[in-house]
Nanobody
Framework: QVQLVESGGGLVQAGGSLRLSCTASGGTLNWRTMGWYRQAPGKQREMVARITSSGSTNYADSVKGRFTISRDNAKNTVSLQMNSLKPEDTAVYYC?????????WGQGTQVTVSS
């Protein structure tokens, strides 16, 4: 079955940038709508961006204009470019398919934005 591995997180100052990657093994993501989610301490997991198999994108209002989701079907990856980061973007970030059946959740990648 598909396994998702998120990477690229880290500690960054407010206003900085990070690029997250989601790599899949055991199957293809090419025909699936994929999303990036985040979960901050004490909060529910929320989807911040998604991309369809044809490349159409949607963003949560909180990240619109700052985050860009993309995919590379040849590499079976989905990326999230995050610019102008804010302390409230601090969370563990995950990727998954928003439409069922979802894949098993990966471990996520921690993003910490200092003020």
């Amino acid at each position: 079955q598909v396994q998702l591995v998120e990477s690229g997180g880290g500690l960054v100052q407010a206003g900085g940038s990070l690029r997250l990657s989601c790599t899949a093994s055991g199957g293809t993501l090419n025909w699936r709508t994929m999303g990036w989610y985040r979960q901050a301490p004490g909060k529910q997991r929320e989807m911040v961006a998604r991309i369809t198999s044809s490349g159409s994108t949607n963003y949560a209002d909180s990240v619109k204009g700052r985050f860009t989701i993309s995919r590379d079907n040849a590499k079976n990856t989905v990326s999230l470019q995050m610019n102008s980061l804010k302390p409230e973007d601090t969370a563990v970030y995950y990727c998954n398919a928003p439409l069922p059946p979802a894949f098993p959740w990966g471990q996520g990648t921690q993003v910490t934005v200092s003020s």
